[in-house]
C-alpha cells in the first residue's frame, strides 16, 4: 500500500529535549516536505526536499531541521524544542513531473507534539 | 506572494442539501489548485485538482470544484451533502514551482 509514515504519532517532552520525528514513504517520490498545523492559520511549511541531499526552507524554519539522505526518509530534528513548537505536524510526499513540477502531495497521519 | 483565502471558518448545512467551501487565491501567472480534506485525527487526502482545461473538476466523494479565472476562485461543491462529509477543508495553490500554499481551512459540520 502506498502511504506516508510518521512516527511517533504522540510526543510530549520538556523544553530542550532534542527530538526527532521520522518520515518514511514507499512510493519513489523525489519531494518531500514537512508542515505544521495550528488552529486559524492552515498548514505552514516547515522544510522541504526536492531530492536526496537537497533541502530548503520553508515559510517557518527557525528551531527546526532536516536531513535527506535516502529518498525515502525525511526527519525532522528539534534541536532545542520550546512551548511555541507545540503543534500538530504533517509530512508530505510526491512526484515530480519535468515541466510541470511536484504533483499531488500525500501526507502522512500526523504527529502531535507537546512541548511542556 | 501566493496567498489562499478561505473566508468562512464553518460552514453548517443540513443533510441533503448543497454544500459550499469557498476559496479565492491570489499567485502570478497559472495556478494549479488543490482541494484536501482532514477528517478528525487524521493526515490530509487529496480531494481534486485542477491544473488546466475543463473550469468544472470531479473529485472524490461526489466533490466538484469550479475554477474562475476571473473571480480568482475554487469553490468546492457538493449537490448534496452527507453526516460524513463533516471534516476540515483546506484549499491550496501552487503556482508554477514547488511550494504549495494553504488556505487557513473550513470546518464543515453536517448535521442529520
Known amino acids: 500500500e502506498a502511504q506516508v509514515t510518521q512516527n511517533p504519532r504522540y510526543l510530549i517532552t520538556v523544553t530542550g529535549k532534542k527530538l526527532t520525528v521520522t518520515c518514511s514513504q514507499n512510493m519513489n517520490h523525489e519531494y518531500m516536505s514537512w508542515y505544521r498545523q495550528d488552529p486559524g492559520l492552515g498548514l505552514r511549511q516547515i522544510y522541504y526536499s526536492m531530492n536526496v541531499e537537497v533541502t530548503d526552507k520553508g515559510d517557518v524554519p527557525e528551531g527546526y531541521k532536516v536531513s535527506r539522505k535516502e529518498k525515502r526518509n525525511f526527519p525532522l530534528i528539534l534541536e532545542s524544542p520550546s512551548p511555541n513548537q507545540t503543534s500538530l505536524y504533517f509530512c508530505?510526499?510526491?512526484?515530480?513531473?519535468?515541466?510541470?513540477?511536484?504533483?499531488?502531495?500525500?501526507f502522512g497521519p500526523g504527529t502531535r507534539l507537546t512541548v511542556l | 506572494a501566493q496567498s489562499v483565502a478561505q473566508p468562512e471558518d464553518q460552514v453548517n448545512v443540513a443533510e441533503g442539501n448543497p454544500l459550499t467551501v469557498k476559496c479565492t487565491y491570489s499567485v502570478s501567472g497559472n495556478p494549479y489548485l488543490f482541494w484536501y480534506v482532514q477528517y478528525p485525527n487524521r493526515g490530509l487526502q487529496f480531494l481534486l485538482k485542477?491544473?488546466?482545461?475543463?473550469?468544472l473538476v470531479k473529485g472524490s466523494y461526489g466533490f466538484e470544484a469550479e475554477f474562475n479565472k476571473s473571480q480568482t476562485s475554487f469553490h468546492l461543491k457538493k449537490p448534496s451533502a452527507l453526516v460524513s462529509d463533516s471534516a476540515l477543508y483546506f484549499c491550496?495553490?501552487?503556482?508554477?514551482?514547488?511550494?504549495?500554499?494553504f488556505g487557513g481551512g473550513t470546518r464543515v459540520l453536517v448535521k442529520p
Open positions: 491550496a495553490v501552487r503556482p508554477q514551482g514547488n511550494k504549495l500554499t
Open positions: 508530505a510526499s510526491s512526484a515530480r513531473k519535468q515541466g510541470v513540477g511536484t504533483d499531488t502531495q500525500y
Open positions: 485542477y491544473i488546466t482545461g475543463d473550469n
